[in-house]
Structure formats: C-alpha cells, structure tokens
C-alpha cells in the first residue's frame, strides 16, 4: 500500500521559516510525481509545490515562489519543502502526496494517495 507521513508543521512568526518531511512506502519513489498541498479555513485546497518524475520539472504556485523549495532525497524515500519568509496567508494544512503521473501537474484532484496533513500556523 502507498503510505506517506508528514511532519514538521507547527507554530512559527512571519517571517520564520518551517521544514516538512514527507515520509513514504508502498511504491517506487522514483517513478512517482510528488507534492504538497494546502488547505486555508474556508479556501479550496491548492497545489504548491510538486515534481514530476517524468520530466523533472518542478512547479511552485505563484504566490510561494522565491520562498519555498521542494526537494527530495530517493535513497530514504523521502521529500521535503522547505518554507522560508513565511507569512500569515501561508497558514493552512499541509498534505504531501504522490501519483503515477497524474493528469495535470500539481492539480489536487488528480492526485490519488495521500499523507495525513500537518498545520502550519504563521503569526503575525
């Protein structure tokens, strides 16, 4: 079974910065998409940063570039995003997750196997 953990989330101050870990099994790392999402109270979950294992390319929303960075280390199986410069509106629940190529990059409906979340809380 395809399995993923997040941690890493927490409390922090704008500004600050926050490390996630993304622990996973079940499946054939490097032949996987990886990413992570987030989901705002009252907002559609959003993708916000992912790699496709196709292509290498590595996708960032707009309104995180030039602050985070995804990255992943295949021997452990696990990937990382690292969020530096955090804001308050960077305050959401994080889901790392994986797919044999999904149909659109970073789109959350087409993504399959998820972890369990982790908050990431931004003060101001």
């Known amino acids: 079974d395809v399995q993923l953990q997040a941690s890493g989330g927490g409390l922090v101050q704008a500004g600050g910065s926050l490390r996630l870990s993304c622990a996973t099994s079940?499946?054939?790392?490097?032949?996987?998409?990886i990413g992570w999402f987030r989901q705002a109270p009252g907002k559609a979950p959003e993708g916000v940063s992912c790699i496709s294992s196709t292509t290498g390319t590595t996708y960032y929303a707009d309104s995180v570039k030039d602050r985070f960075t995804i990255s992943s280390d295949n021997a452990k199986k696990t990937f990382y995003l690292q969020m530096n410069s955090l804001k308050p509106e960077d305050t959401a629940v994080y889901y790392c997750?994986?797919?044999?190529?999904?149909?659109?990059?970073?789109?959350?409906?087409?993504?399959?196997?998820w972890g369990q979340g982790t908050l990431v809380t931004v003060s101001s």
């Open positions: 997750a994986t797919d044999y190529r999904p149909t659109l990059p970073c789109k959350f409906i087409y993504w399959r196997y």
């Open positions: 079940g499946f054939t790392f490097a032949d996987y998409d």
